[in-house]
């Protein structure tokens, strides 16, 4: 096959990931999710603790009256903790859980710009070994001279993992 075969290909295959992105940090790494999973930011605010979750679960807020679960992206990912500054932002995000559509806020250190991101610009995910999962990861950006890592929160927030979450919203 051709080498512009398999750049044709790619691209195809990358078309439903090119869009706009929110992008944020998470210890001096870029990362973004869609915009259209994005419901809302916030500052942070006071988190209740609940017991008996995993550490990466913080706890819940009340959104205008809606409880909401919120997890801490650093821990999910096994990152160091981090003391939150004013700079650190809530995302409120949805996806489809077991009980129907929820909304999760997750922790994240700052939040940068919305970035529309062409297709012609995201790499698929480097391989890094059959034992590292990286299906959370949607593709690898090139934006600016950097690399910033497309997330699919609905892999990050997999049925499987979350459902405590559901039942807590």
Do not use: H, W
Request: charged letters at 25%.
């Amino acid at each position: 096959m051709k080498e512009d075969e398999l750049t044709e290909r790619s691209a195809t295959a990358m078309g439903g990931k090119e869009g706009k992105y929110l992008t944020f940090t998470l210890a001096n790494e870029e990362y973004g999710i869609g915009i259209l999973k994005v419901k809302e930011i916030i500052g942070i605010m006071p988190i209740t603790s609940v017991p008996q979750t995993p550490k990466f679960v913080k706890g819940v807020i009340n959104l205008r009256g809606k409880v909401i679960p919120v997890l801490d992206l650093r821990l999910k990912f096994d990152m160091e903790e981090f003391g939150y500054t004013e700079r650190t932002t809530i995302i409120v995000v949805e996806f489809v859980g077991q009980t129907g559509v929820v909304m999760i806020g997750i922790v994240v250190d700052s939040v940068s710009e919305v970035v529309n991101i062409r297709v012609e610009d995201i790499e698929e995910t480097p391989a890094f070994g059959e034992k590292l999962d990286t299906q959370y990861i949607l593709g690898m950006a090139k934006v600016e001279g950097g690399v910033k890592i497309l997330l699919d929160i609905d892999q990050i927030l997999n049925a499987e993992k979350m459902t405590m979450l559901d039942e807590v919203a």
